[in-house]
C-alpha cells in the first residue's frame, strides 16, 4: 500500500510562503494523477492543485498566480510552492494519489 506523508505546513504571516512536501513511499508518478487538496474549518474539502502523470497542471482560480505544484521523480516527492498567502488559504491541506490515497494532512494557518 502506498503511503504519503505531508511536511512543511506551519504558520505564517500574510504575504508570506510556505512549501509543502509530500513524500511517496514508492515511485508512482507514472501510476496516478497527484493533486493538493485542502480543508478549511467549517468547510468541505477542495481541490488545490493536480499535476497528471505527463506533467499537466491544473489550479484552482483561488490559488492560480500564487501556488505552484510540482514533483522530483527521483526523491519521489511532491511539492506545493504557496507564495502570497492569504488568511483564507487558512486549511489542513492534503495530498491525494489516483483520488484513492491520502496523507494525513499538514496544518497550514496565515494570520498577522
Known amino acids: 500500500q502506498v503511503q504519503l506523508v505531508e511536511s512543511g505546513g506551519g504558520l505564517v504571516q500574510p504575504g508570506g510562503s510556505l512549501r509543502l512536501s509530500c513524500a511517496t513511499s514508492?515511485?508512482?508518478?507514472?501510476?496516478?494523477?497527484m493533486g493538493w487538496y485542502r480543508r478549511a474549518p467549517g468547510k468541505q474539502r477542495e481541490l488545490v492543485a493536480t499535476?497528471?502523470?505527463?506533467?499537466?497542471?491544473n489550479y484552482a482560480d483561488s490559488v492560480k498566480g500564487r501556488f505552484t505544484i510540482s514533483r522530483d521523480s527521483t526523491r519521489n516527492t511532491m511539492y506545493l510552492q504557496m507564495n502570497s498567502l492569504k488568511p483564507e488559504d487558512t486549511a489542513v491541506y492534503y495530498c491525494?494519489?489516483?483520488?484513492?490515497?491520502w496523507g494525513q494532512g499538514t496544518q497550514v494557518t496565515v494570520t498577522s
Open positions: 499535476i497528471t502523470t505527463t506533467g499537466s497542471l
Open positions: 491525494n494519489a489516483g483520488n484513492r490515497i
Open positions: 514508492r515511485s508512482i508518478f507514472s501510476i496516478y494523477v
